[in-house]
């Protein structure tokens, strides 16, 4: 739309005008003022004059304008605190046991919603097994490193490698919480959730404790230990603050050693694939649903 120099632009959409309502059909009409459809080329036209009444006749009474009608649109009541959009999202909270199957039905835990912690030494094969897992499943599975969510903090990353400390324990909480979070909020919505995290048997800081307050009692803990040979081989093909010595390998190793007599389930996949490994994992969840562990 042409308009003339000078004259003032169309002011934006207004709400409650439709979208056929004109800067031209909305203003006065009056002397100088250009009528609709005026493109702006000559002169204005003058407004028509209104003929007086006659002498013996009373002037007939001004009829007022009409106005636009607005139209009343409704107004979206405010979304819900917990809500994304319009979906609402179940809110997490502690993940309860497993319910045991009937008597007479295997339990089948790749279309069972679970909470599955692996644990095991560097090198033992936790991040690789727990996504072929995730990856395999009936139902919706996610998987969470705790490894991952520590290195999410670039900047003054505390990295244990260097010794641990202060700084690097409260990065440590910081990131099992923020996991223990995430698993919760899974869970909630239906999709199970597989972490992994080198827990020490020995040490409070690093232990199961942590994980059953920020996940729930129906997390079900499992070891991942192969032989020595296999955790340095695997290490050996690492590289950045992911690759350890070997001197620290052994050593984490020794103290994994730990969980034997735990009643913790076991899995030595020293000879085992990751594809293999993921096979009797899921063994060993079928018989901690059915008779959950005592940790």
């Known amino acids: 739309m042409q308009h003339a120099v000078g004259s003032p632009l169309p002011p934006p959409h207004q ?12 203003a006065p009409q009056g002397p100088g003022v250009p009528p ?25 009474p001004q009829q007022p304008v009409p106005q636009h009608a607005v139209p009343q649109h ?12 319009h979906v609402r999202l179940p809110p997490g909270g502690p993940v309860g046991v497993p319910a045991a199957p009937p008597h007479l039905t295997a339990p089948d835990p790749s279309a069972t ?16 097994v727990a996504k072929y897992w995730a990856d395999h499943r009936r139902v919706p599975t996610a998987h969470i490193s705790l490894d ?20 690097s324990e409260a990065q440590y909480r910081l990131a099992r ?15 199970s959730c597989i972490l992994d995290d080198a827990v ?13 307050r920020h996940v729930g009692p129906g997390l079900l803990p499992v070891v991942l230990l192969p032989g020595l040979d296999i955790v340095l081989e695997r290490n050996a093909e690492r590289s950045g603050n992911r690759r350890l010595t070997d001197e620290e390998v052994a050593r984490i190793h020794g103290r994994m050693a730990g969980w034997y007599g735990s009643g913790l ?15 009797v994992l899921d063994e060993v969840l079928a018989r901690a649903i059915a008779s959950p562990p005592n940790w």
């Open 36 to 60: 609709p459809g005026f493109s702006g080329a000559g002169p204005v036209p003058p407004a028509p004059l209104t003929p007086p009444a006659p002498p013996s006749q009373a002037p007939a």
């Open 74 to 85: 409704p107004v979206a009541p405010p979304p819900a605190p917990d809500a994304s959009g």
């Open 177 to 191: 919480r923020t996991c223990g979070f995430a698993a919760r909020n899974f869970l909630a919505n239906g999709i």
């Open 200 to 212: 020490f048997p020995d040490r409070p800081v690093v232990g199961l404790g942590g994980w059953k």
């Open 113 to 128: 919603t679970l909470a599955v912690l692996l644990i095991g030494p560097a090198g033992a094969g936790k991040t690789s």
């Open 15 to 26: 709400p409650g005008h439709g979208p056929h309502t004109t800067w031209a059909e909305g």
């Open 265 to 279: 389930p076991i899995i030595d996949n020293s000879q085992l694939d990751v594809p293999g490994t993921a096979r």
């Open 148 to 167: 991952d969510v520590r290195e999410w903090v670039r900047s003054g990353f505390a990295d244990p490698q260097t010794g641990w400390n202060d700084h």
